[in-house]
């Protein structure tokens, strides 16, 4: 494999491990320093198992790496050899962390030019309450009963009965 398909490669990997809203929260959680799977499982409200699969599968993909500690297993954020994929991986995870603040001069090392102000990004947490409340409303969208197809099932015809619950 060239060295292009191996960069797409890489950053196919990377994006199918940040598909998943778990994964990310995880990931921001180890953005500062490697944690143990207790505070994982703490700072999330997650069972054991389920935060130890998600982070099989970011260690399966390349994303997270493990330091022991006697009894005790650390993960923490891998580097990644490729400087474009590192710089997309050191992004993504500042600004899962809510750490926007820090992705202009992030990109100002990589690039060797002074940092500059840009635009806030919402932290993942804001977002997923947004989102949480636009789903709320779309449940309540969808189980009201609409005044055109309402007036229509209330309606009887002579060839069937029907019956309203």
């Known amino acids: 494999m060239n060295a292009m398909g191996s960069e797409l490669a890489s950053l196919e990997t990377l994006f199918l491990a940040l598909a998943d809203k778990t994964r990310m929260r995880l ?23 389920k935060v130890s699969r998600h982070l099989a599968y970011l260690r399966n993909c390349g994303v997270v790496t493990t330091r022991r500690e006697g009894k005790h297993i650390y993960y923490g954020l891998t580097e990644y050899e490729d400087p474009a994929i590192q710089s997309v991986f050191e992004c993504t995870v500042a600004a899962l962390a809510g750490e926007a603040a820090s992705i202009p001069e992030l990109i100002s090392k990589k690039e060797g030019r002074p940092s500059r102000t840009t635009r806030s990004v919402v932290p993942v947490v804001e977002i997923e309450t947004e989102l949480d409340g636009i789903q709320a409303q779309r449940s309540e969208q969808e189980y009201e009963p609409q005044a055109e197809s309402y007036s229509e099932i209330s309606e009887p015809s002579d060839e069937m009965d029907v019956f309203l619950l």
């Open 27 to 49: 990931l921001s959680l180890m953005a500062a320093e490697p944690v143990s799977v207790g505070y994982l499982c703490q700072s999330l409200g997650d069972s054991q198992p």
